[in-house]
């Protein structure tokens, strides 16, 4: 429930028309914070499959709040993968950059 509470808390704290870059400290904070409340609903899910099942009447899929968890962690996931992609696109690393098909692919 605290971890709930918290994620409320930083969610009203974030501005994200002000610092669109995340270059300030407060929004790196809030960023870790962000990133620390996914893991742990994530690691609470996958706990909760482990020890009740996936599928069945009275595993975890077959409970609505599990499943409205599930999807949530599942949104989660897609956004970060989405956004790892483009961050590798649009900020290549030190020897993509150094690679001059990799310029002439992005060109």
Do not use: H
């Not at 930083?10 to 669109?20: D, F, S």
Request: hydrophobic fraction near 45%; glycine fraction near 6%; include cysteine.
């Amino acid at each position: 429930m605290m971890v709930i509470l918290l994620n409320c808390v930083t969610l009203g704290m974030y501005q994200p028309c002000e610092n669109i870059d995340c270059s300030s400290e407060r929004c790196q904070i809030l960023q870790w914070f962000d990133a620390f409340i996914y893991i742990f609903f994530a690691l609470e899910m996958v706990v909760k499959m482990v020890a009740l099942g996936i599928f069945g009447r009275k595993c975890y899929l077959g409970d609505t709040w599990n499943r409205l968890d599930f999807f949530i962690v599942m949104a989660g996931l897609r956004i970060r993968g989405e956004d790892k992609a483009n961050q590798d696109e649009f900020f290549p690393t030190d020897k993509q950059a150094q690679d001059s098909t990799y310029i002439q692919t992005r060109l």
